[in-house]
């Protein structure tokens, strides 16, 4: 009488699981409309912090790439002799913080100058050159870090030949600052979105056991235990979060898609060498792997709270 | 098979279902619980099914206490206690051998086992050919006859019947019975609570009587037929 053992061989129990499984995903299939517009609110709401988080990661590479604007114009003084500058150039290239410098002469700085601003006429008229020679100088920190960069301009002051530095460091600053608070942002937004998410396949798993209200008792009442009562119900949710993760992909690629090309074009008239990235491990991660699980979580509430309540009488 | 020793049970309105019940029934005994409604007859079966616990006294079943039996183990005791109930409880949105099939599916039974032993219950109840059908096109009797197989099926030692044949015709109800009588022969212990008097005098089975939540007869096989 093995029937009353409270034992059931793996084979078989495997093979309930799976058939557990595919009689979720065939429950689901079954009301289409239900189960879209879930799956639905799923995906919109998992989408929305990855499409911000997808949008931050974006720009933080854009601004590596801006570290160009970060780059250190050390403007020489006009009596400085070019052999000097030349010679401050070098050791400067040799500094460690250093990945590139240039040196540009008075005379080149003017002969440029003349190419870009069609002032040739005018400038023509003046006795001396009144630019001075600059050392261009590119930090090495990529991913821009702006304390250090600042140390490196009060360092480089200091040189004798150097009338005045310039950079553009304020506004990298700011910008990483304000990068800062919008991953806070998104961060706390997934929170949000990921409770909402729970509760919302928490409530359509608590309608399907009101749904199921007969057949739970009566499974009950042939001596189904309690896990086999809830596997089902689990593995609607985890159906739930698994096919709404994928939507929040599809959303997420398809937006990813329609902004790319205006953002390149963009890119390209700031002669920026950005590449734009659609998706990182971390929000795969969690549209595959994070999603079922907040499916299964939200289920196994659900589960908890309404399947206890419903006794045979 | 079944003891009940003093047993009482008092409802939270304070309504008492039953007064100081006692009796035992020998493995491979069919009895008839009869009385008029309201008498308590449901309330035994419920608790000899451990749907509900006694207030006071002893639930002996299969000698195990009912009433120390922690929760994880009711589903293992009800599937040694087949029940049959007088609106089926049949599921209708699956056809008959997924109804039938469901207390082995339960318990774990394998896919041909399954197979084996659903057939195997059809086949004594005459629903063969009926397998693929779905419960609603099904007549009462015949949607009777699949919750007997539905109970049959696990082969338990004790088989419970709640007014089997309350919404059947007489000719129905003794097919019904005579398909207790069956199982009965090959040894499984059965209660039958019915309000039938003329088809449980015909049986002339053993008879409890409940009135008003107390045992008040407890008649011997073919004591009304004299």
Same mark, same amino acid.
């Given at each position: 009488m093995s029937l009353f053992k409270h034992f059931t061989p793996l084979r078989i129990l495997l093979a309930h699981h799976l058939q557990t499984a595919l009689a979720s995903l065939g429950r689901l299939s079954r009301n289409p409309a239900g189960s879209l517009m879930t799956t639905a609110v799923i995906g919109i709401a998992l989408a929305m912090p990855a499409g911000l988080h997808l949008i931050l990661s974006n720009l933080q590479l854009l601004s590596d790439n801006w570290d160009g604007s970060s780059s250190i114009s050390l403007f020489l003084k006009k009596e400085a002799p070019e052999s000097g500058g030349r010679r401050l150039a070098e050791r400067i290239g040799e500094m460690a913080e250093v990945s590139k410098v240039k040196f540009v002469t008075a005379d080149e700085s003017l002969a440029e100058f003349r190419r870009f601003s069609g002032f040739d006429d005018v400038l023509g008229l003046l006795q001396e050159n009144p630019l001075p020679a600059v050392v261009l100088i590119q930090p090495k920190e990529q991913g821009g870090n702006p304390v250090s960069v600042e140390k490196l301009v009060e360092q480089l002051k200091k040189e004798a030949l150097v009338d005045h530095a310039q950079i553009d460091l304020e506004w990298v600053k700011r910008f990483a600052a304000?990068? @800062?608070?919008?991953?806070? &942002?998104?961060?706390?937004?997934?929170?949000?979105?990921?409770?909402?998410?729970?509760?919302?396949? &928490? /409530?359509?798993? @608590?309608?399907?056991?009101?749904?199921?209200?007969?057949?739970?008792?009566?499974?009950?009442?042939?001596?189904?235990?309690?896990?086999?009562?809830?596997?089902?119900?689990?593995?609607? &949710?985890?159906?739930? =979060?698994?096919?709404?993760g994928l939507f929040a992909l599809l959303l997420v690629l398809l937006s990813a898609f329609l902004i790319q090309e205006p953002l390149l074009q963009l890119t390209i008239l700031y002669n920026s060498g950005f590449t734009f990235?659609? *998706?990182?491990? +971390?929000?795969?991660?969690?549209?595959?792997?994070?999603?079922p699980i907040l499916g299964l979580l939200g289920a196994a509430i659900a589960v908890g709270r309404h399947l206890k309540r419903i006794e045979p009488a | 098979m079944i003891r009940y020793e003093q047993v009482t049970k008092r409802y939270p309105s304070g309504y008492e279902g039953l007064k100081d019940v006692s009796f035992h029934i020998e493995p491979g005994e069919m009895v008839f619980l009869t009385?008029?409604?309201? $008498?308590?007859?449901? +309330?035994?079966?419920? *608790? +000899?099914?451990? *749907?509900?616990?006694?207030?006071? &006294?002893?639930?002996?079943?299969?000698?195990? /206490?009912? $009433?120390?039996?922690?929760?994880?183990?009711?589903?293992?005791?009800? @599937? !040694?206690?087949?029940?049959?109930?007088?609106?089926?409880?049949?599921?209708h949105d699956r056809p008959v051998f997924d109804n039938v099939a469901l207390p082995l599916v339960v318990a774990g039974v394998g896919r041909e086992e399954i197979g084996r032993r %659903?057939?195997?219950?059809?086949?004594?109840?005459?629903? *063969? !050919?009926?397998?693929?059908?779905?419960?609603?096109?099904?007549?009462?009797?015949?949607?009777?006859?699949? =919750?007997?197989? @539905?109970? %049959?099926?696990?082969?338990?030692? %004790?088989?419970?019947?709640?007014?089997? +044949?309350?919404?059947?015709?007489?000719?129905?109800?003794?097919?019904?019975? !005579?398909l207790f009588e069956r199982f009965n022969q090959v040894g499984v212990t059965l209660l039958i609570a019915s309000h039938d008097v003329s088809l449980i005098r015909r049986m002339g089975k053993r008879i409890l009587v409940l009135d008003q939540g107390a045992l008040t007869h407890d008649l011997p096989p073919g004591a009304l037929n004299r």
């Open positions: 304000i990068t @800062r608070i919008a991953q806070r &942002g998104v961060l706390i937004l997934a929170g949000l979105l990921s409770m909402a998410v729970l509760l919302v396949i &928490g /409530n359509t798993i @608590r309608l399907e056991i009101q749904n199921r209200h007969e057949e739970i008792e009566i499974t009950k009442l042939i001596g189904a235990t309690n896990a086999f009562i809830r596997r089902p119900f689990l593995y609607s &949710g985890f159906w739930f =979060g698994l096919l709404g990235s659609a *998706l990182d491990s +971390t929000t795969l991660l969690g549209f595959l792997v994070g999603s | 009385g008029p409604s309201g $008498a308590g007859k449901s +309330t035994l079966l419920k *608790l +000899t099914g451990l *749907l509900e616990r006694c207030t006071r &006294g002893q639930v002996i079943v299969d000698n195990r /206490n009912l $009433a120390q039996m922690r929760p994880s183990e009711i589903p293992y005791h009800r @599937r !040694k206690v087949g029940m049959i109930f007088q609106d089926h409880r049949l599921l %659903v057939r195997a219950a059809l086949d004594q109840v005459g629903l *063969l !050919k009926k397998e693929r059908s779905m419960p609603i096109t099904l007549s009462g009797g015949e949607q009777q006859r699949v =919750g007997i197989a @539905r109970a %049959v099926v696990t082969r338990p030692p %004790v088989l419970l019947a709640d007014e089997p +044949t309350g919404n059947l015709d007489p000719r129905l109800s003794a097919e019904i019975m !005579k």
